[in-house]
């Protein structure tokens, strides 16, 4: 009896010794999984997307179109886009990385088209908006990111073609629109019809002028593309050494096994109790079954 007593105890102790390595492991990997997450913080926040009437920065390349009409032809059409990366980085020296920053981007010929600097010390943000010569994109993009701590970066690139095309379409309309009526300005007519053909010559105008300025970015003096920085202040974070990870899972694992080693030893003796009292239940009824008999 005494060697199956010892044979079940030490089944049984192989059991919670797995289940305690099973615990440890556990809690090691996610020490690691955790820790990742958190460092990362959430930088999905585009503080550049709440900012209305932000500077567009257009770019050209040549596009090379060959068609059948009569002769075989090759002709060259400059192919609009925008181009935009965004960059989101911290740092804990952030007055040293703000100067590092605006000299890297003078060093490229950008230019900062839009600065908003928000906080206290200690919880300062740098946001700017870069326009840069599309050669130089690729070249200031990676620079920047030689900066604080890089926590994100996107590169978007956009076809504007068919925009460009369309607003040059407009202005071919609103110009002969303007003529006709500049035309009709010239003939005799009554003075209310004068007044109102002024005012209606007045709003073609300023459309005119609006669509201008639009297709003003369009230019190719003014083609950028666009880099969206933003800078937060913040401590450096510490890499978590090996023996702190295994300190950590094991005061965990420690913890939580005596709470389920507990709980599965009262559990346990309750369902004892429990079998013993639905035993001792049955031996009375059966006292009673013979005693009626």
């Given at each position: 009896?005494?060697?199956?007593f010892k ?7 192989k059991?919670?010794?797995l289940?305690f ?5 556990f809690?090691f990997?996610?020490?690691f999984?955790a820790t990742?997450?958190t460092?990362q913080g ?6 550049f997307?709440?900012?209305?009437n ?14 059948d009409v ?10 609009k886009f ?7 980085s ?8 703000e ?7 003078k060093?490229?010929n950008?230019?900062?088209q839009y ?5 206290q ?8 908006l ?5 050669t130089?994109?690729?070249s200031?993009y990676v620079a920047?990111q030689?900066?604080g ?8 690139k ?15 309309s609103?110009?002969k629109?303007?003529q ?9 007519g ?11 010559i007045l709003?073609?105008?300023e459309?005119?002028q ?9 230019d ?6 666009t880099?969206?920085l933003s800078?937060?202040?913040?401590a450096?974070e510490?890499n ?11 005061e965990?694992?420690i913890k939580y ?8 030893f009262v559990?346990?003796?309750s ?5 013993l009292?639905?035993?001792?239940l ?12």
């Open positions: 009896m005494t060697s199956t044979t079940r105890f030490w089944k049984t102790s059991w919670f010794v289940l390595i099973l615990l440890f492991i809690r990997i996610y020490g999984v990742d997450t460092t959430d930088y999905s926040d585009n503080f997307n709440s900012i209305d932000l500077r567009k920065n257009y770019a050209s390349e040549k596009m090379i179109i060959k068609g009569q002769a075989s032809s090759t002709m060259a059409s400059n192919q925008e181009k935009t990366a965004s960059i989101k911290k740092t804990s020296e952030f007055e040293k990385d100067k590092t920053l605006k000299a890297r981007a060093s490229y950008a230019v900062i600065e908003q600097n928000l906080g010390k200690g919880n300062r943000q740098i946001h700017l870069i326009g840069v010569n599309p130089l994109f690729d200031l920047l030689k900066i701590t890089i926590k994100a970066t996107e590169i978007t956009v076809d504007k073609t068919n925009e460009y095309r369309q607003l040059n379409a407009k202005k071919t609103i110009e629109t303007l006709n009526l500049n035309d009709l300005k010239s003939k005799g009554q003075i209310a019809d004068f007044v109102a053909l002024n005012d209606k709003e073609i105008e459309k005119a609006e669509l201008g300025v639009e297709l003003g970015n369009f190719t003096e003014n083609e950028f593309c880099v969206k800078m937060y202040e913040g450096t510490k978590i050494s090996l023996f702190q990870r295994i300190k950590v899972a094991l965990w694992t096994f005596a709470l389920l080693t507990v709980t599965i559990v346990s003796l369902i004892f109790v429990f079998l009292i639905v035993d001792k049955k031996i009375i009824s059966t006292i009673t079954n013979k005693l009626n008999q």
